[in-house]
């Protein structure tokens, strides 16, 4: 004859749903944080690209102010 089949208590299955839950949480807090320091990074470089076309646009300000000035010993 035989054996029966034990069943699962609810007990057992819910003991596994929390751990899953939890690890699926921490994966999506994860992929979250990876998505903010990813668009932080993107921002911080598109900073500095900012700020090296400011000092190439004043450096060639100061470039043209120096070829068209008229020095002070003529005026």
């Known amino acids: 004859m035989a054996r029966p089949k034990k069943k699962k208590h609810a007990e057992d299955?819910?003991?596994?749903?929390?751990?899953?839950?939890?690890?699926?949480?921490?994966?999506n807090a994860l992929t979250v944080e990876i998505k903010m320091l990813r668009a932080e990074n993107?921002?911080?470089?598109?900073s500095v690209t900012d700020l090296r076309n400011s000092i190439e646009s004043k450096n060639m300000?100061?470039?043209?102010?120096?070829?068209?000035?008229?020095p002070e010993d003529l005026t």
């Open 42 to 46: 993107q921002l911080l470089k598109d």
């Open 61 to 70: 300000l100061d470039g043209w102010e120096r070829l068209h000035s008229v």
């Open 13 to 27: 299955e819910q003991v596994d749903l929390p751990v899953k839950s939890e690890a699926e949480g921490q994966e």
